[in-house]
């Protein structure tokens, strides 16, 4: 397994390599070598060093390979006969890289070099002690070069696994952190097309009624035709003006354009009402005090999708609201008759406006429900209104 570096990576790691060969040469060269195999005396050395530093440069590109090298220059280094050595410190580098840089695999081998480096390095050393009479005399300082080999390689083999461990968990912050933003971003891509769906579907509705009824109304009455045209042009007007104020939002994400509130309502009904449709408004109790800004723009919200949809969907009886503003809820209701499908036309189902509706009403706590009964469509929704409960006024008093 091979990992990208950078090239500045390889080249410095090119460089400690030829560093560490240049100044590990002269200390094996000048050890004393008169076990060494045949007649090769100190330099014997020279494929030793070139060996560990070939596995030095190689530790962080291919942890793996250079594991290899590793051994394959501590076979060297015993088969010559050669003692431990200035050299043998690019071992504990690469058993660092093993832990720290390493696959699954590499990783697990790394630990083993440790265990079994340490047995073979005593056994090495000791290889001649057991021959002699003394050999049990020899154990306990055998123990004491095992166990010692054992926490240097193991050491390095450990700080190795801890920065793994730290590597890991960065990146897991990095990837949380990345997940978070994308669903920040899906949250407020979700927010402006349910804003924008809002919008634009209310407005249309409006128009095409709208224009529909001048159509008709063109040779009979100029005057409806010409009301009929006005409110369609304030309304288009009005859907641009949103609109505008979303893509502003779009590409200012902080900023904030005013939101539609309670006050806006009656705007809305006098829209629907110069659709041609009948509107019965009712709000019984009405609200006492300040309605939190997020309650005022999901009933604004809410409703306006429901007048939406009983203007495309709805018959000719008239559409029916009421509001009851409580303690600490608000409930709202919108019915409307639902027109008769003609024959060989397909029903239209719900789309995004109720999943909208739904969405706004829980993003709040609340809950939203619709459906169609004996031919009147239904939209039920319950809001919080994280007001305290009020005591009721004198007058209330005195009329219990």
């Not at 060996?51 to 390979?65: D, I």
């Not at 539609?260 to 709000?283: F, N």
């Not at 609201?321 to 409930?331: G, P």
Request: proline share 4%.
């Amino acid at each position: 397994m091979f990992r990208p570096l950078r090239p500045y990576q390889a080249a410095v790691d090119a460089a400690i390599a030829v560093l560490f060969a240049l100044m590990a040469l002269p200390f094996e060269l000048g050890a004393a070598s008169g076990t060494d195999a045949g007649n090769l005396g100190g330099w014997s050395a020279i494929p030793v060093v070139l060996l560990l530093a070939a596995a030095l440069g190689l530790r962080r590109f291919s942890p793996g390979l250079a594991l290899g090298v590793a051994w394959l220059g501590a076979i060297v280094q015993m088969g010559f006969g050669r003692g431990p050595g200035f050299a043998d410190l690019a071992i504990f580098a690469v058993l660092y890289a093993t832990a720290a840089y390493g696959s699954r695999l590499v990783f697990w081998l790394g630990l083993s070099s440790v265990i079994v480096g340490s047995g073979t390095i005593t056994v090495y050393l000791f290889r001649w002690a057991f021959l002699g009479s003394g050999a049990l005399s020899n154990i306990p300082t055998l123990i004491f070069v095992l166990l010692a080999a054992l926490f240097a390689l193991g050491l390095s083999w450990t700080a190795g696994a801890l920065v793994r461990t730290a590597m890991r968990a960065r990146a897991n912050r990095v990837a949380q952190s990345r997940a978070e933003q994308e669903t920040v971003a899906e949250q407020e891509r979700t927010r402006i097309a349910r804003d924008m769906h809002d919008i634009v579907a209310h407005s249309l509705a409006v128009i095409i009624a709208q224009s529909d009824g001048a159509r008709y109304a063109a040779a009979s009455d100029p005057e409806a035709q010409s009301a009929a045209l006005g409110t369609i042009s304030s309304t288009a007007r009005s859907a641009l003006s949103d609109v505008r104020l979303l893509l502003t939002q779009l590409r200012h994400s902080q900023a904030e354009g005013p939101q539609p509130t309670l006050a806006d309502l009656e705007q809305l009904y006098a829209q629907v009402r110069a659709a041609g449709v009948e509107l019965r408004v009712d709000v019984d109790p009405a609200p006492r005090g300040e309605v939190p800004a997020s309650v005022q723009l999901s009933v604004y919200r809410i409703l306006q999708e429901a007048l939406t949809n009983a203007l495309r969907h709805g018959g000719a009886s008239g559409v029916d609201v009421s509001l009851a503003w409580h303690a600490d809820r608000v409930d709202l209701e919108v019915r409307n008759e639902v027109a008769p499908v003609a024959e060989g036309a397909e029903r239209r189902t719900g789309g995004h406006g109720l999943i909208g509706m739904r969405e706004r009403a829980q993003l709040i706590g609340g809950r939203l429900d619709a459906a169609a009964a004996d031919g009147v469509f239904t939209v039920t929704a319950s809001l919080p209104t994280g007001a305290a409960p009020q005591l009721p006024t004198p007058t209330e008093r005195s009329a219990r």
